[in-house]
C-alpha cells in the first residue's frame, strides 16, 4: 500500500514539476515554485523514494525539455529534497529554511558549474562582463547629458566599487538561497497544511533570533577588514563576503526586535512596519542603526532583559 502511494504521489508531482519546469524556463523568475513537488514528496516519503523522484524527473525533463533543463532539475532537485528531508524529520522552522538555504547554495553552484562544463558558458564571466559595459554606459550617458567627462577618480572609484560588487558573488548566491528557500518552504508548508491536514507555520518574526556566536564572527570579520587593504588578495574577497552575510543577519536580528519591543509594549503592528519601511526607504542612514540594535540585543541579550 505504501509503494502504491510513492507511485502514484511520485507520478503525480513528477508531471506537476515537468509543467512547473517548462513555466520558469520562460519566465526564471518562478524559479522558486520548482522545488515544491520535491518537497511535498520528501516531506511525505522520506529520502530513498524522493532520489528515486529526482532520477526519473531528470531523465523526464532531458526528454521533454531537452538537456538545457537540467540546471533547473539540479537545483530543484537538491533543494527541494533537503527542505523536505528536514520536514519529514519534523525539524524547526528556521532549521528547515537554513537546509534548504544551503540546499538552494550547493544547487546554484552546480548548475552554474554544469553549464560551465557542458555548454562552456560561464555565468560569472558574463556577469562581470554586463558590470563593464554598465560602466562604459554609464560615461556615455555622463557626456550625452553635458556632465563632461569624469575625472580619474571618479571612475577609479566606480570601477573599485564594480570590483566589490563581483566579488560578493558568493554572498549573492547566500542571499538568492535564502530568499528562495522561505518562498519555497512557505508554499509547501500551505500545501501540507491543507492536503496532508499539518500544522507547519514559521514562528512570529519577532521572535526570530540567531545563536549568540553570530555577533564574534561578525566582530572578527570587522577587525581582520582593517588589516586586509588588498582587493585581490583571497583573504580581502572571503572577509567581506562574512562581513556583507553576517551583517545581513544582525540586521534581521535588529527588525526582529523592534517587533519584539513592539508587541511587549502593546504597541499597534502598524508601527514597527513603518519604522522597517522607512529604515529601508533611507537604508545608508538607518539601517547602520538598525545593525547596531541587533548588536545590542545579541551581545547583551536586550530581550531577556527586558522580559525580566
Known amino acids: ?17 515537468l509543467v512547473l519546469l517548462i513555466l520558469t524556463m520562460i519566465v526564471p523568475l518562478l524559479a522558486f515554485i520548482i522545488a515544491v513537488p520535491f518537497i511535498i514528496f520528501a516531506a511525505r516519503h522520506s529520502i530513498l523514494p524522493s532520489i528515486i523522484m529526482f532520477v526519473a524527473a531528470s531523465l523526464l525533463s532531458i526528454l521533454f525539455a531537452t538537456l538545457i533543463s537540467l540546471p533547473f532539475v539540479i537545483l530543484a532537485g537538491i533543494s527541494g529534497i533537503m527542505i523536505g528531508i528536514a520536514i519529514n524529520q519534523e525539524r524547526t522552522p528556521y532549521e528547515t529554511w537554513a537546509r534548504g538555504t544551503i540546499g538552494f547554495a550547493v544547487g546554484i553552484t552546480m548548475a552554474i558549474l554544469f553549464t560551465l562544463l557542458v555548454f562552456d558558458i560561464n555565468i560569472l564571466s558574463e556577469f562581470n562582463q554586463q558590470l563593464d559595459e554598465t560602466l562604459e554606459t554609464s560615461q556615455e550617458i555622463a557626456m550625452e547629458l553635458g556632465l563632461g567627462n569624469l575625472t580619474e577618480d571618479q571612475i577609479s572609484v566606480v570601477e573599485q566599487q564594480l570590483e566589490l560588487y563581483k566579488q560578493l558573488v558568493p554572498v549573492a548566491i547566500v542571499i538568492i538561497s535564502l530568499v528562495l528557500s522561505f518562498l519555497s518552504q512557505w508554499i509547501s508548508y500551505k500545501i501540507l497544511n491543507r492536503f496532508d491536514k499539518k500544522q507547519l507555520r514559521f514562528p512570529k518574526f519577532r521572535n526570530l533570533r540567531f545563536p549568540t556566536v553570530l555577533i564574534w564572527i561578525y566582530l572578527l570579520a570587522i577587525v581582520i577588514s582593517l588589516f586586509q587593504n588588498d582587493p585581490t588578495s583571497p583573504v580581502f574577497t572571503a572577509i567581506q563576503n562574512v562581513l556583507m552575510l553576517t551583517g545581513l543577519f544582525v540586521v534581521l536580528q535588529g527588525l526582529s526586535f523592534i517587533f519584539f519591543f513592539a508587541h511587549r509594549k502593546k504597541l499597534s503592528i502598524a508601527i514597527p512596519i513603518i519604522i522597517i519601511v522607512v529604515a529601508l526607504l533611507f537604508a545608508p542612514l538607518l539601517l547602520p542603526l538598525v545593525r547596531i540594535l541587533g548588536i545590542i540585543d545579541l551581545g547583551f541579550g536586550l530581550r531577556d532583559r527586558m522580559v525580566k
Open 1 to 17: 500500500m505504501n509503494i502504491s502511494k510513492q507511485l502514484k504521489d511520485g507520478a503525480l508531482l513528477t508531471v506537476i514539476f
